[in-house]
């Protein structure tokens, strides 16, 4: 794979995956209505703290572990190749889960707001998946612009919302009391730190593109630590803004009778009707990037078991031709495009690959098939 993307750009892809903008408008009105009321945002930074020094001994792994495949690599190299098996496996499963739910709500969603059209909203989840998938079949770097621009809207809108709740000084004036100690611990802040901690979904997916980051000992420390602190402040000041919006002690009462409708409410509030439309277009917006950024968590792993040869026989580790030849090594890559290769991986750190059709004395020498 070639070494094209820069941090900011992982940065893109991994925080698009926490889709923002669903947290702010689903997430933290819970997080306000079961955690811990008005002191919610604090634990943003807190979760954001804690995720901070996991980081470091993660980005000292990927450093230490220079292949691609995320935990299922660590867990490998540290526990053996059966505990690694099960870390990926279950990290397939999670992020395979998250992305059918996801693309039934948007499915859902742009049922909702296209009724005339007569689909049901599983054909309009079928469009996404297609959409996806053709995003995904092509060179990261076009996912990642799709991502960028879909990610600086989402955060430009929620921002302008805390802009108005700022200038116009909020329902009963702006304080920090959401981040005073007495109101943090109020209520249930272990339900709290529990759903903002969620908030922070697919922060170590940025180690999966090492193959594809420039200088990845340098671009991958960066994205991390970068992708954690963008998260967690801006879910603390886009939740804190909220909270100002109806004031610190009205918000509990206000989250509690619909939590799904406080940011739609407050955007109404601030931005008016053309905000609340916007908001909603960029919902549907935030879900897609949120499924296009786990597709290509997904992909990554599943090349990742191919070349270890832990997927079924005949899955190829490699792809052919096209954009996909990206993911060959460098001599396979020379290889006429109608030509596959399989991949082989011991955990010792020896990779093995063979490519066919094609005579033997067309075939790469094993010399140049196994590095170290």
């Known amino acids: 794979m070639t070494g094209s993307l820069g941090p900011v750009a992982i940065v893109f892809m991994v925080v698009a995956a926490a889709s923002p903008l669903t947290v702010v408008g689903g997430a933290a009105p819970l997080g306000i209505q079961l955690g811990n009321g008005p002191g919610y945002p604090m ?3 807190v979760a954001g703290a804690v995720l901070v020094l996991f980081s470091v001994g993660l980005s000292a792994m990927a450093r230490s572990v220079p292949r691609p495949g995320a935990f299922f690599t660590f ?7 059966r505990a690694g098996l099960a870390s990926a496996y279950l990290a397939l499963l999670s992020y395979t889960t998250i992305q059918l739910a996801v693309y039934a709500y948007v499915g859902e969603l742009l049922a909702r707001a296209f009724p005339a059209l007569g689909l049901h909203w599983g054909a309009w989840s079928l469009v996404v998946v297609a959409a996806v998938g053709l995003l995904g079949y092509r060179h990261v770097d076009l996912s990642s612009e799709v991502l960028g621009v879909v990610l600086v809207a989402e955060i430009a809108v929620v921002l302008a919302v805390v802009t ?11 304080n920090v009391r959401p981040f005073l100690p007495s109101t943090v611990l109020s209520g249930q802040p272990g339900v709290g730190l529990m759903l903002a901690t969620a908030a922070f979904i697919g922060f170590e997916c940025n180690v999966v593109f090492r193959d594809e980051a420039r200088e990845p000992s340098r671009t991958i420390p960066r994205a991390t630590y970068a992708a954690v602190v963008l998260i967690a402040v801006f879910h603390a000041l886009s939740t804190w803004g909220m909270i100002m919006s109806w004031g610190v002690g009205d918000v509990l009462a206000v989250a ?9 409410s407050t955007t109404a509030k601030y931005l008016g009707a053309t905000g609340q439309v916007l908001v909603n277009v960029l919902l549907v917006g935030s879900m897609f990037a949120c499924v296009l950024s786990f597709h290509n968590v997904i992909a990554r792993y599943q090349l990742s078991m191919a ?10 580790g490699c792809i052919r031709g096209g954009t996909g030849r990206r993911a060959l090594p460098p001599w396979c890559r020379a290889l006429p495009p109608r030509r596959w290769c399989w991949c082989s991986w011991r955990w010792g750190g020896t990779r093995s690959c063979r490519c066919s059709p094609g005579s033997p004395a067309s075939a790469p020498s094993p010399s140049r098939c196994s590095w170290r």
């Open 256 to 264: 509690g009778q619909d939590p799904g409708s406080l940011l739609m």
């Open 43 to 45: 634990l943003y930074l």
């Open 164 to 174: 108005g709740v700022i200038v116009t000084g909020g329902e009963a004036g702006l």
């Open 307 to 316: 070349a270890a040869g832990c997927c079924p026989r005949g899955w190829p």
């Open 75 to 81: 867990v490998g190299y540290g526990l053996g190749r």
